[in-house]
């Protein structure tokens, strides 16, 4: 297991079961759409992940600790 594969698991762990349920629909969604479209959600998730764990947010990572 890799560094990346490492810290996604140990977010993954501590979701609960409802959100580990909603994850496992959503990759199985990602994973069903064309190159352009995951393209596009990239990019949309890319945003809102900067704007969950920008400067005005915890100084941690809840996926990694850091």
């Not at 994973?31 to 947010?57: A, F, H, W």
């Amino acid at each position: 297991m890799n560094d990346k594969i490492k810290l996604v698991m140990n977010g993954y762990v501590s979701l609960t079961d409802s959100e580990k349920l909603e994850l496992k629909n959503l990759i199985k969604e990602y994973d069903n759409k064309g190159g352009l479209e995951q393209l596009y959600e990239n990019r949309n998730l890319d945003g809102e992940v900067k704007r969950i764990v920008g400067p005005t947010s915890s100084n941690a990572c809840t996926c990694c600790g850091r």
